[in-house]
T-cell receptor, first 112, second 111 residues
Framework: DTGVSQDPRHKITKRGQNVTFRCDPI?????LYWYRQTLGQGPEFLTY????????KSRLLSDRFSAERPKGSFSTLEIQRTEQGDSAMYLC??????????FGPGTRLTVL | GNSVTQMEGPVTLSEEAFLTINCTYT??????LFWYVQYPGEGLQLLLK?????DKGSNKGFEATYRKETTSFHLEKGSVQVSDSAVYFC??????????FGAGTRLTVKP
């Protein structure tokens, strides 16, 4: 399978804990995106990397959120001191240049 | 920036019925337009796309035509199947990393 992969697929955590998600993009794709999707809504842009550089961050990305793509391949999204409002599906997508974005299966986060 | 408005759901149809899900967009410039489909518990899968005015995207019996004059990209299928039950998202991408999605339309097809 050469698509975008995400790990874990599901995460349940208690409020106040830190969580980290991983995304492995399609191998030759230089652009990587993180989105958040809440129930009944479309994905909302969080942040974007071109190679290892984080070029854009949404206002949705509070100080508790941090994303990295250290070698320009996989990326991690960390949420510190989780809150119940962080419960959502976190989607990763990758693309080669301006071509189509391809999405991973998502990580569903539940904060108790 | 872009914005996308799509028909509210849920939409419930009988098998072999005709499907239309409306989508309109506002954008600066000329975005590429997409329909993505999401099955329960999964990420978004690209269904079809169109990159310029009057282009028609098609896949698996679904079609959508990029209409610049009406800023629309309505999704159609002539005969739906139970397996088409999913949530459908319209999206506009102006290639400035500003891809916007509609809120999604849930389709249920009954046998």
């Amino acid at each position: 399978d050469t698509g975008v992969s995400q790990d874990p697929r599901h995460k349940i955590t208690k409020r106040g804990q830190n969580v980290t998600f991983r995304c492995d993009p399609i191998s030759e794709h230089n652009r990587l995106y993180w989105y958040r999707q809440t129930l009944g809504q479309g994905p909302e842009f969080l942040t974007y990397f071109q190679n290892e550089a984080q070029l854009e961050k949404s206002r949705l990305l509070s100080d508790r959120f941090s994303a990295e793509r250290p070698k320009g391949s996989f990326s991690t999204l960390e949420i510190q001191r989780t809150e119940q409002g962080d419960s959502a599906m976190y989607l990763c997508a990758s693309r080669l240049g301006p071509d189509t974005q391809y999405f991973g299966p998502g990580t569903r986060l539940t904060v108790l | 920036g872009n914005s996308v408005t799509q028909m509210e759901g849920p939409v419930t149809l009988s098998e072999e019925a005709f499907l239309t899900i409306n989508c309109t967009y506002t954008a600066t410039g000329y975005p590429s337009l997409f329909w993505y489909v999401q099955y329960p518990g999964e990420g978004l899968q690209l269904l079809l796309k169109a990159t310029k005015a009057d282009d028609k995207g098609s896949n698996k019996g679904f079609e959508a035509t990029y209409r610049k004059e009406t800023t629309s990209f309505h999704l159609e299928k002539g005969s739906v199947q139970v397996s088409d039950s999913a949530v459908y998202f319209c999206a506009a991408d102006n290639h400035n990393n500003d891809m916007r999605f509609g809120a999604g339309t849930r389709l249920t097809v009954k046998p």
